[in-house]
């Protein structure tokens, strides 16, 4: 009778040893699927074309220059290193064009995971120094999230560091004796090394942009 009651016991430690493996190599599947999707999906350079991005053949060093934060101190070619940055250039009484790509930029920044979030700067650059001054410049981009930041200068100097991004603006003379300012719709990628790395064509589309951005870091050999 005892053999056969430790007998029993034993099929059964058996049995619950084989559940156990089972569980534990199901477990390490599911968790090797989830980190796996949590990958940033890599994509070719026809690709990213076809889902509104260019990624330049050989990312181009900026030539030094010195802005203005809205925080009022200096902005230099340094502040750009060490994280990725997106430029879009603008100006506050932009009637269009500016607030819907802030709106959209502010989306796709909350689509990133927060590794991802943490090291992308959103910076707009204005193209009318005339007018928005850094608190006024402050105010405005922080209305479309508090993570966002802008720059401002002297306007020859924005002009030099909107070439080097192939970024064209100009002031255009209203009826009415005010002005406008025409302006490249673009998004400028800046990758942290301070290089111009690319950039993303409008329509921008929040989705197509967290896929071409996450691409273009996972394939950056920085």
């Known amino acids: 009778m005892s053999e056969n009651v430790q007998h029993t016991a034993e099929q059964k430690r058996g049995i619950l040893l084989t559940v156990v493996v089972m569980v534990l190599f199901m477990l390490a599947v599911l968790a090797g699927f989830l980190n796996k999707m949590g990958q940033p999906r890599v994509i070719t350079d026809a690709e990213l074309r076809a889902n509104g991005a260019i990624k330049l053949e ?38 269009d064009v500016c607030p819907a790509t802030l709106s959209t930029l502010n989306q796709f920044y909350q689509t990133l995971d927060d590794d991802t979030r943490g090291d992308t700067d959103v910076l707009l650059v204005s193209v009318d120094p005339q007018r928005d001054k850094p608190q006024q410049l402050h105010d405005y981009v922080r209305y479309f999230n508090p993570d966002f930041f802008g720059v401002t200068g002297e306007f020859l100097n924005l002009k030099r560091f909107a070439n080097q991004l192939n970024v064209p603006f100009n002031k255009v003379p209203l009826e009415d004796g005010g002005y406008t300012v025409d302006h490249g719709s673009q998004v400028v990628l800046i990758n942290p090394r301070g290089h111009y790395h690319g950039f993303f064509k409008a329509p921008l589309d929040p989705a197509k942009m967290k896929l071409t951005y996450r691409s273009m870091r996972a394939t950056y050999n920085g």
Do not use: K, Y
Not at 60 to 71: K, T, V, Y
Not at 82 to 93: A, N, Q, S
């Open 58 to 95: 050989r990312p181009r060093i900026l030539d030094e220059f010195e802005l203005l934060a809205d925080s009022g101190e200096a902005f230099n070619t340094t502040e750009l290193a060490g994280r990725w940055t997106l430029v879009f250039f603008g100006f506050t009484h932009c009637p």
